[in-house]
C-alpha cells in the first residue's frame, strides 16, 4: 500500500495571516510539522500543498517538498483531492499544518492495517478534552461516535448534552485525516449538504450521504494553533518537554 503524506498550507488565512510561518521557538510551524510527519516510516512521501510562494520558500530553506496548488480551493480537502490528482498512491494522510505537536506515534492511529480501494475509506483522529472551557468553546469541533468508532455526528456546540448522565468524556477534533482516492473523487463530486454549510466541517459531505466514516481517539495532546496567542501555549508545552 503506497502511503503519502500531505500538509496542507495556506498563507490567506483572515484569522492568521501566513499562520503557517508563524515562529515557534525559532521555526515556522510548518517546519514542526513536517518533521514529524517524516518520521512516520509508513510514509513513502510527505509534501506541503500550498499556493503561496512564501510557504514554497519557506519548506524549500528546510528542506520540504512542496506541490504548487490551486489558490481557488475552500477547504484543505479539496487541496489534497487536487494533490492525489497529480500524485498517485494507495492512501492520503491529510496532516493540518497547525497541529505542531502531533507526533508519529499519533498519526498513524488513522492508517488502515488493509486497504479496499473498491470502497470508500475516510478515518480521522480526535482525543479527549482536558480543559472543560474547552467544551464550550465553538472553534473546538466535537466529535461523537458509535461503539465501532463511526462517526454519528460533529459539532461546535457541546455534544452530546448531559441530561440524563454526567459520566461522559467529550472529544475533540485532531487535525489527521486519511482518505482513499475513491474518497477524495467522491468528496469532490459530490455537492455540499445544508448540515455541512452550517457548522462549516465538510466531514458532512460523507455523514450527510450516509458513507461511514470513522475517528479514533489517539489520546494526544493536541495544541492546535488558531490565533497568535495560541503560540505561547505550544512554546511553553515545548520547552517543559524538552
Not at 517538498?65 to 487541496?79: I, Q, W, Y
Amino acid at each position: 500500500m503506497k502511503i503519502i503524506c500531505v500538509i496542507p498550507a495556506r498563507a490567506e488565512s483572515t484569522r492568521f495571516f501566513e499562520k503557517p510561518l508563524a515562529l515557534i521557538c525559532g521555526k515556522p510551524m510548518i517546519q514542526w510539522v513536517y518533521e514529524h510527519c517524516k518520521e512516520v516510516e509508513c510514509f513513502e512521501e510527505v509534501y506541503v500543498a500550498t499556493d503561496s510562494e512564501k510557504i514554497e520558500k519557506a519548506c524549500a530553506a528546510f528542506g520540504g517538498k512542496v506541490v504548487m496548488t490551486s489558490s481557488d480551493h475552500d477547504t484543505a480537502t479539496e487541496r489534497l483531492y487536487e494533490v492525489s490528482t497529480r500524485i498517485p498512491a494507495d492512501l492520503y494522510v491529510m496532516v493540518n499544518g497547525d497541529e505542531p505537536l502531533l507526533t508519529k506515534e499519533s498519526i498513524v492511529q488513522c492508517i488502515p492495517a488493509e486497504l479496499n480501494t473498491e470502497e470508500i475509506y475516510v478515518s480521522n483522529l480526535m482525543t479527549d478534552f482536558s480543559n472543560p472551557v474547552e467544551v464550550v468553546d465553538s472553534t473546538n469541533l466535537k466529535i461523537v461516535t458509535a461503539a465501532d468508532h463511526r462517526c454519528l455526528f460533529i459539532s461546535r456546540s457541546p455534544i452530546p448534552y448531559p441530561k440524563g448522565n454526567m459520566d461522559y468524556v467529550y472529544h475533540k477534533f485532531v487535525g489527521v485525516g486519511a482518505f482513499n482516492r475513491k474518497a477524495l473523487e467522491y468528496y469532490h463530486t459530490t455537492p455540499r449538504g445544508p448540515i455541512e454549510k452550517i457548522e462549516e466541517n465538510d466531514s458532512f459531505r460523507f455523514i450527510e450521504n450516509h458513507v461511514p466514516i470513522y475517528y479514533y481517539n489517539c489520546h494526544c495532546k493536541s495544541l492546535s494553533v488558531d490565533n497568535k496567542k495560541d503560540i505561547e501555549g505550544v512554546e511553553k508545552y515545548l520547552k517543559g518537554h524538552e
